[in-house]
């Protein structure tokens, strides 16, 4: 057992050498509500799921990992993707707005730490010039609130919401 008081995270870009702590995240970030079991990761091999993690690292690809410390592992992630209209995403919006993908594992949530990752990675977005950033998330996710506090507005309400923040 480590002592807490030595606990801290650190942000690090999302390189391609992450690729399956991509794929975690991707499971991770499926909302599930509290009184249901989690879906099986067979559900990571279906290619509307697929298309978020598979080949990480591509052109266009950007990403944080929150890494912790003392243990040296990742425990969240932040990371856009764009897609072209014919294999959209959930929360598709145009091409040349990146779908964003979010979650941290279960025993580090509630620590303010999924605010500050996704803060950096809209830092990251805007200086990269993209003009938003995009997702598609459940109404019941207390993650919502989140969205709704750095600016993101629901655009469209087929299925669950799909909400955007435009930078300005």
Known sequence: MFNS???RYELEPLLRSRRDFVKEITYQ???VAPALPP???DILK???IKKYYEHWGKKGDIGLVLVHYPSEQPVGGAFVRLYPKDKAGYGFVSEKIPELNIALLPDHRGKGQGSRLLT???DELRKAGFPGVSLSVDRQNPAMKLYEKLGFVVVKEE???TMLLQFS
Request: no cysteine; charged share 20%; net charge neutral.
């Open 120 to 122: 950096a990675l809209l």
């Open 29 to 31: 970030a499926i909302y």
């Open 159 to 161: 299925g669950n919401p």
């Open 46 to 48: 279906s290619p509307e």
């Open 39 to 41: 879906p099986g990761r």
């Open 5 to 7: 008081r030595y606990e």
